[in-house]
Nanobody, 113 residues
Framework: QVQLVESGGGSVQAGGSLRLSCAAS???????MGWFRQATGKEREGVAR????????TYSDSVKGRFTISRDNAKNTVYLQMNSLKPEDTAMYYC???????WGQGTQVTVSS
């Protein structure tokens, strides 16, 4: 059974940082993995992705230069380092496999001005 468990969310002031973790079981994070977010009343948005094999990363324009996705294969965990946070980054953050078949339960990030 595949489980993706996010952690690391919380409340922070604008300009602050958080690091989200996504611990996987029953599924290898060496596959393509992504972070998504959904703010209240808005559509889900792809934030970052890390591809299999090459570990190439891509980011949405809204987070490029501020967020970094990475993974630790030994810990089977994917991370999202979020720096220079803005109030508009407030959302529920989810990790998922790139094929969309496996999702975590989400972790809330709230950024106050």
């Amino acid at each position: 059974q595949v489980q993706l468990v996010e952690s690391g969310g919380g409340s922070v002031q604008a300009g602050g940082s958080l690091r989200l973790s996504c611990a996987a079981s029953g599924y290898s994070v060496t596959n393509c993995m992504g972070w998504f977010r959904q703010a209240t009343g808005k559509e889900r948005e792809g934030v970052a992705r890390i591809f299999a094999w090459t570990s190439t990363t891509t980011y949405s324009d809204s987070v490029k230069g501020r967020f970094t996705i990475s993974r630790d294969n030994a810990k089977n965990t994917v991370y999202l380092q979020m720096n220079s946070l803005k109030p508009e980054d407030t959302a529920m953050y989810y990790c998922a496999s790139c094929d969309g078949r496996n999702w975590g339960q989400g972790t809330q990030v709230t950024v106050s001005s």
